[in-house]
Protein backbone atom coordinates (compact mmCIF):
# COMPACT_ATOMS: atom_id res chain seq x y z
CA UNK A 1 0.00 0.00 0.00
CA UNK A 2 1.60 3.27 -0.49
CA UNK A 3 2.09 5.78 1.61
CA UNK A 4 3.59 9.22 2.21
CA UNK A 5 5.25 10.90 5.12
CA UNK A 6 5.89 14.45 6.08
CA UNK A 7 8.73 15.89 8.37
CA UNK A 8 8.89 17.69 10.30
CA UNK A 9 5.23 17.93 11.74
CA UNK A 10 5.85 21.25 12.63
CA UNK A 11 8.31 24.24 11.63
CA UNK A 12 9.28 27.94 12.96
CA UNK A 13 11.06 29.79 11.01
CA UNK A 14 11.88 33.75 11.35
CA UNK A 15 10.50 35.65 8.28
CA UNK A 16 13.02 35.72 5.38
CA UNK A 17 14.72 32.47 6.19
CA UNK A 18 14.71 29.76 4.04
CA UNK A 19 11.79 27.00 4.56
CA UNK A 20 12.43 23.33 3.93
CA UNK A 21 9.99 21.11 4.38
CA UNK A 22 10.35 17.16 3.30
CA UNK A 23 8.36 13.94 1.82
CA UNK A 24 8.96 10.93 1.99
CA UNK A 25 6.97 7.75 -0.42
CA UNK A 26 6.65 4.32 -0.28
CA UNK A 27 6.64 3.50 -3.87
CA UNK A 28 9.10 5.82 -6.63
CA UNK A 29 6.67 4.55 -9.56
CA UNK A 30 4.55 7.37 -9.03
CA UNK A 31 3.45 9.70 -11.67
CA UNK A 32 3.37 13.12 -9.90
CA UNK A 33 3.83 15.06 -7.14
CA UNK A 34 2.64 18.17 -5.65
CA UNK A 35 2.77 20.11 -2.84
CA UNK A 36 -0.64 22.23 -1.44
CA UNK A 37 -0.95 24.77 1.45
CA UNK A 38 -3.88 25.04 3.56
CA UNK A 39 -4.24 28.22 5.58
CA UNK A 40 -6.01 27.73 8.75
CA UNK A 41 -10.19 26.88 8.23
CA UNK A 42 -9.45 27.01 4.32
CA UNK A 43 -9.24 25.08 1.42
CA UNK A 44 -6.08 23.42 0.09
CA UNK A 45 -4.76 25.41 -2.80
CA UNK A 46 -2.04 23.84 -5.17
CA UNK A 47 1.41 25.24 -4.95
CA UNK A 48 3.99 23.23 -7.31
CA UNK A 49 3.41 19.95 -9.27
CA UNK A 50 6.34 18.01 -10.24
CA UNK A 51 6.80 15.30 -12.83
CA UNK A 52 10.48 14.31 -13.26
CA UNK A 53 13.73 14.09 -11.32
CA UNK A 54 15.15 17.73 -10.69
CA UNK A 55 13.92 21.08 -9.95
CA UNK A 56 10.55 22.28 -10.46
CA UNK A 57 10.54 26.84 -9.80
CA UNK A 58 6.85 28.68 -8.92
CA UNK A 59 7.89 31.70 -7.73
CA UNK A 60 9.14 31.73 -4.06
CA UNK A 61 8.37 28.04 -3.61
CA UNK A 62 10.97 25.03 -4.87
CA UNK A 63 9.84 21.69 -5.09
CA UNK A 64 12.70 18.58 -5.25
CA UNK A 65 12.20 15.12 -6.62
CA UNK A 66 14.34 12.08 -6.25
CA UNK A 67 12.77 9.26 -6.84
CA UNK A 68 15.77 6.75 -6.17
CA UNK A 69 15.78 8.13 -2.67
CA UNK A 70 11.73 8.40 -2.61
CA UNK A 71 11.95 11.88 -1.43
CA UNK A 72 10.29 15.28 -2.40
CA UNK A 73 11.38 18.15 -0.55
CA UNK A 74 9.59 21.81 -0.80
CA UNK A 75 11.45 25.17 0.07
CA UNK A 76 10.37 28.26 0.79
CA UNK A 77 12.41 31.37 -0.09
CA UNK A 78 12.06 34.01 2.02
CA UNK A 79 8.87 32.75 3.84
CA UNK A 80 6.43 35.47 4.89
CA UNK A 81 4.04 35.34 7.95
CA UNK A 82 1.43 35.32 5.25
CA UNK A 83 2.91 31.84 4.49
CA UNK A 84 1.85 30.59 7.66
CA UNK A 85 -0.14 27.32 6.79
CA UNK A 86 -0.44 23.13 6.64
CA UNK A 87 1.33 21.92 3.58
CA UNK A 88 0.65 19.02 2.77
CA UNK A 89 2.63 16.74 -0.11
CA UNK A 90 0.62 14.06 -2.36
CA UNK A 91 1.16 11.79 -4.95
CA UNK A 92 -0.81 10.43 -7.43
CA UNK A 93 -1.57 6.50 -7.36
CA UNK A 94 0.97 4.23 -9.13
CA UNK A 95 -1.76 2.98 -12.36
CA UNK A 96 -4.61 5.72 -11.49
CA UNK A 97 -3.42 9.15 -11.66
CA UNK A 98 -6.91 10.83 -11.25
CA UNK A 99 -6.48 10.04 -7.37
CA UNK A 100 -3.98 10.82 -4.62
CA UNK A 101 -2.22 10.01 -1.91
CA UNK A 102 -1.90 12.46 1.03
CA UNK A 103 0.56 13.02 3.86
CA UNK A 104 -0.59 14.30 7.10
CA UNK A 105 1.10 17.79 6.48
CA UNK A 106 3.78 20.07 8.14
CA UNK A 107 2.35 23.20 10.30
CA UNK A 108 4.82 26.15 9.53
CA UNK A 109 4.54 29.46 11.90
CA UNK A 110 6.65 32.03 10.14
CA UNK A 111 7.46 34.62 12.90
CA UNK A 112 7.98 38.44 11.85
CA UNK B 1 -13.81 34.49 -8.65
CA UNK B 2 -14.23 31.11 -6.86
CA UNK B 3 -13.70 27.84 -9.11
CA UNK B 4 -15.11 25.42 -6.62
CA UNK B 5 -17.78 26.19 -4.39
CA UNK B 6 -19.61 23.90 -1.45
CA UNK B 7 -22.94 24.93 0.60
CA UNK B 8 -23.59 24.62 3.37
CA UNK B 9 -20.09 26.46 5.01
CA UNK B 10 -21.37 24.73 8.60
CA UNK B 11 -23.96 22.42 9.28
CA UNK B 12 -25.57 20.95 12.56
CA UNK B 13 -27.22 17.72 12.23
CA UNK B 14 -28.95 15.32 14.81
CA UNK B 15 -27.58 11.78 14.82
CA UNK B 16 -30.45 9.61 12.09
CA UNK B 17 -30.82 12.55 10.31
CA UNK B 18 -30.08 13.31 6.24
CA UNK B 19 -27.76 15.84 5.52
CA UNK B 20 -26.66 16.72 1.94
CA UNK B 21 -23.80 18.84 1.25
CA UNK B 22 -23.31 19.99 -2.34
CA UNK B 23 -20.35 21.29 -4.35
CA UNK B 24 -20.71 23.14 -7.77
CA UNK B 25 -17.70 23.85 -9.99
CA UNK B 26 -17.02 25.78 -12.80
CA UNK B 27 -13.52 24.69 -14.16
CA UNK B 28 -15.61 22.22 -16.52
CA UNK B 29 -13.27 19.45 -15.18
CA UNK B 30 -14.52 15.83 -15.37
CA UNK B 31 -14.02 14.61 -12.00
CA UNK B 32 -14.98 15.32 -8.69
CA UNK B 33 -14.16 14.29 -5.24
CA UNK B 34 -15.40 14.07 -1.60
CA UNK B 35 -12.98 14.00 0.94
CA UNK B 36 -12.83 14.40 4.66
CA UNK B 37 -10.27 15.61 6.78
CA UNK B 38 -9.81 14.41 10.49
CA UNK B 39 -6.66 15.45 12.76
CA UNK B 40 -4.33 12.37 13.17
CA UNK B 41 -5.73 10.94 9.02
CA UNK B 42 -5.45 13.62 6.79
CA UNK B 43 -7.62 13.32 4.08
CA UNK B 44 -9.72 10.65 3.18
CA UNK B 45 -11.38 9.85 -0.21
CA UNK B 46 -15.10 9.21 0.14
CA UNK B 47 -16.62 9.35 -2.82
CA UNK B 48 -15.35 10.37 -6.42
CA UNK B 49 -17.21 10.69 -10.13
CA UNK B 50 -15.94 10.93 -13.67
CA UNK B 51 -18.27 12.51 -15.18
CA UNK B 52 -22.35 13.43 -14.55
CA UNK B 53 -24.25 9.92 -13.75
CA UNK B 54 -21.03 8.73 -12.27
CA UNK B 55 -20.11 7.75 -9.05
CA UNK B 56 -17.33 5.44 -7.64
CA UNK B 57 -16.28 4.59 -3.83
CA UNK B 58 -13.63 5.83 -2.40
CA UNK B 59 -11.22 4.42 0.40
CA UNK B 60 -13.88 5.41 3.16
CA UNK B 61 -17.34 5.35 1.73
CA UNK B 62 -19.55 3.56 4.34
CA UNK B 63 -22.27 5.36 5.74
CA UNK B 64 -22.23 7.94 2.46
CA UNK B 65 -23.50 7.84 -0.76
CA UNK B 66 -23.05 10.58 -4.21
CA UNK B 67 -24.81 12.10 -6.65
CA UNK B 68 -23.54 13.54 -10.18
CA UNK B 69 -26.62 14.82 -11.90
CA UNK B 70 -24.25 17.32 -13.87
CA UNK B 71 -21.03 17.95 -15.10
CA UNK B 72 -20.92 21.26 -12.54
CA UNK B 73 -22.83 19.33 -8.98
CA UNK B 74 -21.76 16.51 -7.29
CA UNK B 75 -23.01 15.85 -4.04
CA UNK B 76 -22.43 14.01 -0.97
CA UNK B 77 -25.35 12.27 1.54
CA UNK B 78 -25.62 11.03 4.90
CA UNK B 79 -28.77 9.27 4.98
CA UNK B 80 -28.18 8.31 8.54
CA UNK B 81 -25.49 11.06 10.10
CA UNK B 82 -23.60 9.70 13.10
CA UNK B 83 -21.54 11.55 15.55
CA UNK B 84 -18.73 10.05 13.89
CA UNK B 85 -19.27 11.70 10.82
CA UNK B 86 -18.62 14.79 12.24
CA UNK B 87 -15.63 16.57 10.59
CA UNK B 88 -14.45 19.20 7.73
CA UNK B 89 -15.69 17.90 4.43
CA UNK B 90 -13.64 19.01 1.45
CA UNK B 91 -15.16 18.74 -2.86
CA UNK B 92 -12.69 19.28 -5.40
CA UNK B 93 -12.49 18.81 -9.14
CA UNK B 94 -10.24 17.90 -10.93
CA UNK B 95 -9.34 16.99 -14.63
CA UNK B 96 -7.51 17.24 -18.49
CA UNK B 97 -4.65 17.47 -19.07
CA UNK B 98 -3.67 15.64 -15.56
CA UNK B 99 -7.01 14.44 -13.37
CA UNK B 100 -4.19 14.37 -10.08
CA UNK B 101 -4.09 18.15 -9.94
CA UNK B 102 -7.26 18.86 -8.20
CA UNK B 103 -8.89 22.00 -7.35
CA UNK B 104 -10.51 22.21 -4.15
CA UNK B 105 -13.49 24.40 -2.60
CA UNK B 106 -13.64 26.00 0.93
CA UNK B 107 -15.09 23.04 3.04
CA UNK B 108 -17.74 22.37 4.58
CA UNK B 109 -17.58 22.12 8.76
CA UNK B 110 -20.32 19.21 9.70
CA UNK B 111 -20.81 18.30 13.69
CA UNK B 112 -23.30 15.34 14.25
CA UNK B 113 -24.87 15.66 18.06
Known amino acids: QQKVQQSPESLTVSEGAMASLNCTFS??????FRWYRQHSGKGLEVLVSIFSDGEKEEGRFTAHLNRASLHVSLHIREPQPSDSAVYLC????????????WGLGTSLVVNP | EAAVTQSPRNKVAVTGGKVTLSCNQTNNHNNMYWYRQDTGHGLRLIHY???????EKGDIPDGYKASRPSQENFSLILELATPSQTSVYFC????????????FGPGTRLTVL
Open chain 1, 90 to 101: AMSRVGDNSKLI
Open chain 2, 92 to 103: ASGGTPNYAEQF
Open chain 1, 27 to 32: DGTSDN
Open chain 2, 49 to 55: SYGAGST
